[in-house]
């Protein structure tokens, strides 16, 4: 049985609300409760829903996880030595994914235990925690993802502004237990000279969000990781 999702109680979001505004960014550890965040790891990890999400300029795509896997090595392979490529100079990410508020909307896999996330996410609790946090009352909502970047997987740097939504912050909730700096995977933050002023590592329960518009990438998971980088992620829309 599913337990009841819950921040924990010793969150104040009115003071880290005035790190954030004022830092652009801010991380919080034991954000949920321990049987929350243990409860959303074990769906995260159950789950085999998942696809490979990647872009080629303005063109996106999500391919189920068995075609990848039913795609012979040397298709596979050509995939992501055209990804690899695209990325030395431009926008460009891969990644697994499986996208909640989509899946959700389009009335698909009813009941998935993912689901129960993005209801937890959406509820005047969270929603009101994260007004406060954010200091914008006009939140109304906000969209859910799962990720699960395996080693090779990457985001390049951009600042998650949107043409046709009006996203006030980016969030993501760590949900990886065991992590070595070597690997990777980190959320870095950018200056304007490209320098990363801030890098913050993979880790569990823990709550990472910044205002948009803001300069980020997640770095390359190394090829000698010995473990996934995988979260719960989206934005704040106004």
């Not at 159950?46 to 696809?51: G, K, R, T």
């Not at 990886?176 to 200056?191: C, E, M, Q, R």
């Not at 990472?208 to 704040?236: E, K």
């Amino acid at each position: 049985m599913a337990p009841k999702l819950e921040i924990g109680p010793n969150h104040d979001p009115a003071a880290l609300g005035g790190i954030l505004q004022e830092k652009g960014w801010l991380q919080v550890p034991d954000f949920f409760t321990p049987e929350t965040a243990e409860y959303l790891h074990k769906i995260h990890v159950e789950n085999q829903d998942w696809s490979l999400a990647y872009n080629d300029g303005d063109n996106y795509y999500e391919s189920p996880i068995r075609e990848i896997q039913a795609a012979s090595p040397q298709h596979r392979q050509q995939l992501m030595n055209g990804i690899y490529a695209r990325a030395r100079t431009q926008f460009q990410y891969v990644f697994y994914q499986y996208y909640i508020s989509q899946a959700i909307e389009l009335g698909e896999q009813p009941g998935h235990p993912m689901h129960q996330y993005h209801e937890f996410i959406n509820s005047d609790e969270v929603l009101d925690f994260m007004r406060t946090l954010s200091g914008e009352s006009a939140v109304r909502k906000a969209d859910s993802y799962a990720s699960n970047y395996s080693p090779g997987h990457f985001l390049t740097t951009h600042d998650d502004r949107h043409a046709s939504h009006d996203r006030v912050a980016a969030f993501v909730f760590g949900m990886t237990k065991t992590w070595d700096k070597n690997w990777g995977g980190h959320l870095a933050f950018f200056d304007d000279d490209g320098n990363i002023t801030d890098a913050l590592m993979p880790s569990f329960n823990t709550l990472n969000i910044f205002l948009i518009p803001q300069m980020h990438s997640v770095q390359l998971v190394s090829p000698f990781a010995g473990a996934n980088r995988i979260s719960y992620l989206g934005w704040l829309h106004r």
